[in-house]
């Protein structure tokens, strides 16, 4: 029997009447289910549904909400700030219109491929599987990095055994293509007397598997600010340079007037070095090969103030009253978790400002909770949405008292 959807849960998945929830449907769409709630059929289209761009949508599990007209696939990623603050006791805390990149512009991707009966699958995971949902488009993904996975995939084909996968994790620097490779098994061996020719041929510059350089014919760079930053294998990058240039706005605004400021969880100095062209930086991450690529970066670059870069462990050993009160403004950028104990320091330091970016408003939401709780206020939340189509979201919140 057909039912109704009458709205969306936090994972982008439609929500029926009798409160089930239902993958790629759209609220007042009437749709028959299968006993495990998948969409059999659209009886009666919502008007707020349009055709997905992507002809792998509903199959491949990297989007899931290219079916919504783009005012309610924004106002959802609005919504679901606005709800997350709600669960944690927030009420009127403005939440600035959605800001999407375009799509074809995402420089970083993890793809998979398997060989299975001879004939090699590349792309993402189906939703909730791990067959490989072999792509012949991608409206997300910068284009050279799709035109570089489709010209790999004959490569991947005589390189793999049966059943064996592999995970390609791929980034677009500004001079070139870096290529990471994850083997499940050793590596094969028929890949190394071809690596220069298929480098060239596909614009890759640097292929690395663990912590071992493949080939490199020139060091991936990417520019931050004034300053060019040599990339580490399998480098963590914000998704897009667009969405990049977005937060660094809200950051600077949010950071104007400080001499000295913290960058916690600097990563390879994405708003580090920019921030460095107007104040004093100190930078922290616990990854070591991060944490001295903005220094070293720093160092032959003209026009900064002064970078210190320090490897530490901000969940284990956060930066403690007497550091903080070195900075006049603290940018924290955590990974999904937050920064539970890093926020508790500042909540109890005298600290006046901080900037807070998050990709997960779950954990942006509990830590605001404790800032708020010693006196912080909350400016406008920005959300950024660097992950089209998905559930996944950014955000960018100044906190003063």
């Given at each position: 029997?057909p039912?109704r959807?009458?709205?969306?849960?936090?994972?982008?998945?439609?929500?029926?009447?009798?409160?089930?929830?239902?993958?790629?449907?759209?609220p007042?769409?009437?749709?028959?289910?299968?006993?495990?709630?998948?969409?059999?059929?659209?009886?009666?289209?919502?008007?707020?549904?349009?055709?997905?761009?992507c002809?792998?949508?509903?199959?491949?599990?990297?989007?899931?909400?290219q079916?919504?007209?783009?005012?309610?696939?924004?106002?959802?990623?609005?919504?679901l700030?606005?709800?997350?603050?709600?669960?944690?006791?927030?009420?009127?805390?403005?939440?600035?219109?959605?800001?999407?990149?375009?799509?074809?512009?995402?420089?970083?991707?993890?793809?998979?491929?398997?060989?299975?009966?001879?004939?090699?699958?590349?792309?993402?995971?189906?939703?909730?599987?791990?067959?490989?949902?072999?792509?012949?488009?991608?409206?997300?993904?910068?284009?050279?990095?799709?035109?570089?996975?489709?010209?790999?995939?004959?490569y991947?084909?005589?390189?793999l055994?049966?059943?064996?996968?592999?995970?390609?994790?791929?980034?677009?620097?500004d001079?070139?293509?870096?290529?990471?490779?994850?083997?499940?098994?050793?590596?094969?061996?028929?890949?190394?007397?071809?690596?220069?020719?298929?480098?060239?041929?596909?614009?890759?510059?640097?292929?690395?598997?663990?912590?071992?350089?493949?080939?490199?014919?020139?060091?991936?760079?990417?520019?931050?600010?004034?300053?060019?930053?040599?990339?580490?294998?399998?480098?963590?990058?914000?998704?897009?340079?667009e969405?990049?240039a977005?937060?660094?706005s809200?950051?600077?605004?949010?950071?104007?007037?400080?001499?000295?400021?913290?960058?916690?969880?600097?990563?390879?100095?994405?708003?580090?070095?920019?921030?460095?062209?107007?104040?004093?930086?100190?930078?922290?991450?616990?990854?070591?090969?991060?944490?001295?690529?903005?220094?070293?970066?720093?160092?032959?670059?003209?026009?900064?103030?002064?970078?210190?870069?320090?490897?530490?462990?901000?969940?284990?050993?956060?930066?403690?009253?007497?550091e903080i009160?070195?900075?006049?403004?603290?940018?924290?950028?955590?990974?999904?978790?937050?920064?539970a104990?890093?926020?508790?320091?500042?909540?109890?330091?005298?600290?006046?400002?901080?900037?807070?970016?998050?990709?997960?408003?779950?954990?942006?939401?509990?830590?605001?909770?404790?800032?708020?709780?010693?006196?912080?206020?909350?400016?406008?939340?920005?959300?950024?949405?660097?992950?089209?189509?998905?559930?996944?979201?950014?955000?960018?919140?100044?906190?003063?008292?």
């Amino acid at each position: 029997m057909p039912i109704r959807i009458t709205g969306l849960g936090h994972a982008g998945d439609g929500i029926t009447e009798d409160g089930r929830f239902a993958p790629f449907t759209v609220p007042g769409d009437l749709v028959t289910l299968d006993a495990q709630d998948r969409l059999v059929e659209v009886v009666a289209a919502s008007p707020d549904r349009v055709e997905p761009p992507c002809p792998h949508f509903g199959h491949c599990g990297g989007c899931a909400l290219q079916h919504l007209k783009v005012p309610v696939y924004t106002a959802f990623k609005r919504d679901l700030v606005h709800r997350t603050l709600a669960q944690r006791g927030f009420s009127g805390i403005e939440v600035a219109e959605v800001h999407s990149v375009p799509p074809y512009t995402r420089r970083r991707v993890v793809l998979h491929a398997h060989k299975q009966g001879g004939q090699t699958r590349l792309g993402f995971h189906a939703r909730g599987s791990h067959t490989i949902v072999d792509l012949s488009a991608c409206v997300i993904m910068k284009p050279a990095l799709f035109s570089c996975a489709a010209g790999l995939k004959p490569y991947l084909n005589q390189w793999l055994r049966e059943n064996e996968r592999i995970a390609l994790h791929l980034t677009l620097a500004d001079n070139g293509i870096a290529l990471h490779l994850s083997w499940k098994h050793a590596r094969a061996p028929a890949m190394i007397a071809n690596l220069a020719k298929i480098a060239a041929y596909l614009d890759i510059i640097r292929m690395t598997e663990g912590d071992e350089i493949l080939l490199e014919r020139e060091a991936p760079q990417l520019r931050f600010g004034k300053a060019d930053v040599r990339l580490p294998a399998d480098p963590f990058l914000q998704p897009a340079r667009e969405g990049e240039a977005i937060l660094l706005s809200h950051i600077r605004n949010g950071v104007r007037g400080a001499k000295t400021i913290a960058d916690l969880f600097c990563g390879l100095g994405t708003f580090s070095l920019p921030l460095a062209e107007r104040h004093k930086v100190l930078a922290f991450d616990s990854d070591p090969a991060m944490v001295a690529v903005p220094l070293t970066a720093a160092r032959g670059t003209q026009g900064l103030k002064p970078v210190t870069a320090e490897r530490r462990d901000l969940f284990r050993r956060p930066l403690l009253g007497p550091e903080i009160a070195q900075c006049d403004a603290i940018v924290l950028d955590p990974p999904r978790a937050g920064a539970a104990a890093q926020v508790a320091q500042i909540a109890e330091s005298r600290l006046a400002r901080l900037v807070y970016v998050s990709c997960n408003p779950a954990s942006f939401a509990r830590d605001a909770r404790t800032l708020a709780d010693r006196g912080f206020r909350i400016g406008t939340v920005f959300p950024v949405d660097q992950f089209l189509w998905s559930a996944e979201l950014e955000l960018a919140a100044v906190f003063t008292r």
